[in-house]
């Protein structure tokens, strides 16, 4: 059964990088079809999408955090990496790992239509951005 | 603001059934798939729905989904109180290329 364990500091000062990284254990980080994903939780707030990326190389950030984040994937550990760069006080949240399948439901000249799906998910890690 | 709407909150007495909406757009919900995760309270989320109405292997039939344009809904029956928990709604969003999660229902078993 694929497991996901998140690791790294507690806490980070502000305008530092925030880094964690998630160990897959279980199942292969080579599977074809699925990313690897982070997705943060502030406290008392609902789920936020970083970003995920593939064995291969192919990332998918959200917009509003793509200037500050990296993922990258060591598939020699069979461990994934989230980088954020000059964090504040609103990057305070609880992190996780995700395996994250996406696929193309059907695609239309305008676009592609998906499905996504996180499962599994990582206990999660409290980060504190400290001043 | 989530693009997909959640109510805060529900509630239901033990072996009654609930049902938690989610509501988007055509660039979300009408087009893509929709998954629904529980977060039981302390603990992380896990997924129960995906692509529209299917379940993991492992989760139960009390639990069941619908899409109909630019909503959706989740279904429990037979409430018990380990299904306390917050609920989720997922999907990717054409036109802000991103995923959106609703802001959560906290469903309170009375």
């Known amino acids: 059964q694929l497991h996901l364990q998140e690791s790294g500091p507690g806490l980070v000062k502000s305008l530092e990088t925030l880094s964690l990284t998630c160990s897959v254990s279980?199942?292969?980080?080579?599977?074809?079809?699925?990313?690897w994903g982070w997705i943060r939780q502030s406290p008392g707030k609902g789920l936020e999408w970083i970003g995920s990326?593939?064995?291969?190389?192919?990332?998918l950030y959200n917009p509003s955090l793509k200037s500050q984040v990296t993922i990258s994937v060591d598939t020699a550990k069979s461990q994934f990496s989230l980088k954020l760069r000059s964090v504040t006080a609103a990057d305070t949240a609880t992190y996780y790992c995700?395996?994250?399948?996406?696929?193309?439901?059907?695609?239309?000249?305008?676009?592609?239509?998906?499905?996504?799906?996180?499962?599994?998910w990582g206990q999660g890690t409290l980060v504190i951005v400290s001043s | 603001q989530s693009v997909l709407t959640q109510p805060p909150s529900v509630s239901a007495a033990p072996g009654q059934k609930v049902t938690i909406s989610c509501s988007g757009g055509?660039?979300?919900?009408?087009?893509?798939?929709l998954s629904w995760y529980q977060q039981p309270p302390g603990s992380a989320p896990k997924l129960i729905i995906y692509?529209?109405?299917e379940r993991p292997s492992g989760i139960l039939d009390r639990f069941s989904a619908s899409k109909s344009g630019t909503s959706a809904t989740l279904v429990i029956t037979g409430l018990q109180t380990g299904d306390e928990a917050d609920y989720y709604c997922g999907s990717w969003d054409n036109s802000l290329n991103t995923v959106v999660f609703g802001e959560g229902t906290r469903l309170t078993v009375l």
């Open positions: 990326r593939d064995h291969s190389g192919s990332t």
């Open positions: 995700a395996r994250h399948g996406r696929h193309a439901v059907y695609c239309s000249p305008t676009g592609c239509y998906y499905n996504n799906r996180f499962d599994p």
């Open positions: 055509s660039s979300n919900i009408e087009n893509n798939h």
């Open positions: 279980g199942g292969s980080i080579r599977s074809s079809g699925f990313y």
């Open positions: 692509a529209n109405n």
